[in-house]
């Protein structure tokens, strides 16, 4: 990669970042200088080697390997000096959330590829010619996922629910994963986009792939998702919802903490649990804003009815041979009922009774406030009592769908889904009213009627508006995207869908707001809600 002054630089692999997970980060990879063919190889070999240690036991084999190398021989060359370095580095963060993921070999390589084709470094027949077949058809369909979105309107949900469907039913869902994975890198690099694109992809993360992130099991991810999008789309109620939180936030980490600690020591010291249990791991969690925006907005919930702001979740690594698990997490309710005020309303034991998707877990509340008329209110804490077996078999799932995928791809390749839009009536009644608004204010613009928006027109425009000629210029370089110095009806039209789209967003982020403001700014006689004001995150809602 090549620096400002032109120093190449190379990747050191012990910074290679991390999968999304909440629970976890690394930093970003981290560049050190180098300066010649020896380095460069170092480069390679030290990404290779990074994330070949990252595979699972079971895809990491000796093509899985040759296919990794090959890969990164293609992508380092064509990156290094894409976007000043920086589509190296994005290819590689990419790369490592794939490998985090347990994703085999396939798809971590088709994420580097994807990344150079995005940054317009290599063309596909180029990638098939290096990578075969497999990882090429993972890369066509990655491109029709990354695509699905942009047939339909995904602020109506009708349609939204039919782009996730017909991705589910027909590609390839180590496809789904690798966009999933890119789109996530994409929403924290955002910045550097007009505003119209970060609200468009802000949107279809919302409404197509986060909901597919936790179609698939990725929820970690999923979540991710949902507060970036959340952030991009609704600033002012995110900033709402980011206040509440943050002004209760100090009080929850310190109660988390002692909480985790009290709870170690009081598992360690049960005499049934000493049999059966080898070991504990006690996690805290705090809510995502976007989780607690729907509660409060979407459900209608009080502030004081969010129950799992707080959350701990307590794997018990069961001893083999010791009796049922099931048994072990119901000692572990009764010894945390022994510390804290358990509410058995709110009990959930989804191991006697599992999700349909075979989720197995137990679920309690606990009310943290302190003790006595006088003493601090606080929102009750979830606590999720596990396995080990338990909380991986969700990874499991997930590793199995992956692994049965790649294996079902090795032996065929499916015909293509329809493109054709499959919305129902009522959205496509919609469109066809928006498109008649369109074309009568494109037939206004176009004064000699010539099928266009010239420059002259446009300019004409600009200055009854009392803007001048340069803006006009400036309005066809944005809108022109054919480069042939006037506007088609498809150019005016698609941007008079942006504004739409961002009126529509201003206007719903104003309704959450004063939804929120009314909900939250008021500062309860219990002391149980209290918002500070000087902690409004100014960045948040400027732009």
Same mark, same amino acid.
């Given at each position: 990669?090549?620096?400002?002054? #032109? +120093?190449?630089? %190379? ?35 030290? /990404?290779?080697?990074?994330?070949? +240690? ?39 963060? !990419? =790369? ?10 396939? %798809? ?9 084709? $995005?940054?317009?470094? !290599? ?36 349609? =939204? ?11 390839? !869902? ?10 996530? &890198? ?22 197509v792939f986060a909901p597919l992130a936790h ?52 598992l360690a010291a049960d005499d049934e649990l ?35 702001? *707080? ?30 005020? &358990? ?5 959930? &034991?989804?191991?006697?009774?599992? @999700?349909?998707? #075979? ?23 979830? /606590? ?28 065929h390749l499916r015909d293509e889904p329809a ?15 928006? =498109? ?9 613009? $176009? ?21 001048? #000629? @340069? ?19 498809? +150019? ?12 529509? *967003?201003?206007?719903? $982020? ?34």
């Amino acid at each position: 990669m090549a620096s400002a002054g #032109g +120093e190449v630089v %190379v990747v050191d692999p012990a910074a290679a970042a991390v999968a999304p997970d909440v629970e976890h980060h690394a930093p970003a990879p981290r560049l050190t200088p180098a300066g010649s063919g020896g380095r460069l190889m170092a480069e390679l070999l030290g /990404v290779f080697n990074g994330l070949t +240690e990252r595979m699972g036991d079971d895809v990491a084999t000796s093509s899985s390997w040759t296919l990794l190398f090959r890969a990164l021989k293609l992508a380092l060359p064509a990156l290094r000096d894409a976007a000043g370095g920086r589509s190296l580095a994005r290819a590689l963060i !990419v =790369a490592a959330s794939l490998a985090d993921l347990q994703m085999d070999a396939e %798809v971590i390589s088709a994420g580097i590829v994807r990344q150079a084709m $995005d940054a317009g470094a !290599v063309a596909m027949a180029d990638a098939e010619a290096q990578l075969g077949p497999g990882a090429a058809a993972l890369l066509r369909e990655s491109l029709d996922v990354k695509n699905a979105p942009s047939r339909v309107d995904v602020a109506d949900e009708e349609a =939204a629910s039919a782009v996730r469907n017909r991705i589910l039913s027909g590609y390839d !869902v180590r496809a789904v994963i690798l966009e999933l994975a890119i789109r996530l &890198d994409a929403m924290k690099h955002l910045d550097g986009v007009p505003k119209h694109q970060q609200r468009t992809t802000s949107l279809e993360v919302l409404k197509v792939f986060a909901p597919l992130a936790h179609a698939v099991g990725a929820g970690a991810l999923s979540k991710e998702l949902e507060d970036l999008s959340f952030w991009r789309l609704y600033p002012q109620a995110y900033a709402q919802v980011d206040q509440w939180l943050s002004g209760q936030e100090d009080d929850c980490k310190r109660v988390l903490a002692t909480c985790k600690d009290d709870l170690l020591q009081a598992l360690a010291a049960d005499d049934e649990l000493r049999h059966t249990v080898a070991g504990f791991d006690v996690k805290g969690r705090y809510k995502s804003r976007f989780s607690a925006m729907k509660k409060l907005v979407k459900d209608g919930r009080r502030p004081e009815d969010v129950h799992d702001i *707080l959350g701990m979740r307590v794997i018990l690594d069961h001893r083999a041979g010791a009796g049922d698990g099931h048994r072990a997490c119901i000692r572990t309710h009764e010894v945390i009922k022994g510390m804290w005020k &358990d509410v058995p309303a709110r009990t959930k &034991d989804y191991i006697a009774r599992p @999700k349909g998707d #075979g989720y197995r877990s137990l679920h309690i509340a606990v009310d943290m406030s302190e003790p006595g008329p006088e003493g601090k209110k606080r929102p009750l804490m979830e /606590v999720q009592i596990r396995t080990k077996e338990m909380n991986d078999a969700a990874a499991k799932r997930l590793k199995d769908i992956m692994l049965a995928a790649a294996e079902v791809a090795a032996q065929h390749l499916r015909d293509e889904p329809a493109t054709g839009d499959q919305t129902g009536v009522p959205a496509a009644a919609a469109a066809a009213a928006s =498109a008649g608004n369109i074309e009568r204010a494109f037939r206004l613009l $176009d004064k000699n009627g010539d099928g266009r928006i010239s420059m002259e027109e446009l300019t004409e425009l600009m200055e009854d508006l009392g803007a001048g #000629g @340069k803006d006009a210029e400036e309005l066809m370089r944005l809108l022109d995207d054919n480069n042939d110095g006037s506007l088609s009806s498809d +150019e005016f039209a698609l941007f008079q869908k942006r504004v739409e789209l961002k009126a529509k *967003l201003e206007d719903k $982020d104003d309704e959450y707001k004063e939804i929120l403001k009314q909900k939250l700014q008021k500062v309860d006689d219990t002391g149980l809600i209290h918002v500070y004001r000087k902690n409004l995150s100014d960045k948040l809602v400027s732009g």
